[in-house]
């Protein structure tokens, strides 16, 4: 069955950096484009980040353009977020998710990031 | 910045209709899609281009959209249908968003 995996969360200074990773399995990863998709204490879901099935054209939110990057290794089946000079702002929930015609098709059950001097 | 507003909290009785509206200046031009996020739980589309329904999903869920708003309804809702609800569309340059949510209570 699908599954995505996310990890790579945890307590972390600002301005320091965290790389978080989704592992795929159950599904050709090399097919889809992938989602980044974050949730804050109290708040909304906000979408992060898309990246293409081959990795070449990625978009971002406004709101983390410069600072996050999305990438993928279609080898090692996984998804990748890197977030650089982290801020108080980026304590949150974030989830994987598959990109499919109907929609967010498939999510991890996701990582969390607390960003906390 | 673009905005999907949503009202804050829809309330309904068990068995009776809830409806969660979803508003955008795209949405004439942009398809919207519906999804349900429990506590603790992944998020799960319940609707996807304005009206249609991923297999698996529920009959009693349907979605409709006119003009600048979409609409999720619920027909005849459980217990277990009470989640937090979030539109998702794109703007007029193709930029995701997700509305700024509904909690739906069901009592």
């Known amino acids: 069955q699908v599954q995505l995996v996310e990890s790579g969360g945890g307590v972390v200074q600002p301005g320091k950096s965290l790389r978080l990773s989704c592992a795929a399995s159950g599904f050709t990863f090399k097919s889809y484009g992938m989602h980044w998709v974050r949730q804050a204490p109290g708040k909304g879901l906000e979408w992060v980040a898309v990246i293409s099935t081959d990795g070449n054209k990625k978009f971002y939110a406004d709101s983390v353009k410069g600072r996050l990057t999305i990438s993928r290794d279609n080898s090692k089946n996984t998804l990748y977020l890197q977030i650089n000079t982290l801020r108080e702002e980026d304590t949150a929930m974030y989830y994987c998710?598959?990109?499919?015609?109907?929609?967010?098709?498939?999510w991890g059950q996701g990582t969390t990031v607390t960003v906390s001097s | 910045s673009y905005e999907l507003t949503q009202p804050p909290s829809v309330s309904v009785s068990p068995g009776q209709t809830a409806r969660i509206t979803c508003s955008g200046d795209a949405l004439p031009k942009k398809y919207a899609y519906w999804y349900q996020h429990k506590s603790g739980q992944a998020p799960v589309v319940v609707i996807y281009?304005?009206?249609k329904r991923p297999s698996g999903i529920p009959e009693r869920f349907s979605g409709s959209s006119s003009g600048t708003m979409a609409t999720l309804t619920i027909s005849g809702a459980h217990v277990e249908d009470e989640a937090d609800y979030y539109c998702y569309s794109t703007d007029s340059s193709d930029n995701p968003h997700f509305g700024t949510g509904t909690k739906v209570i069901v009592l």
């Open positions: 281009e304005d009206n």
């Open positions: 998710a598959r990109e499919h015609p109907h929609g967010m098709d498939e």
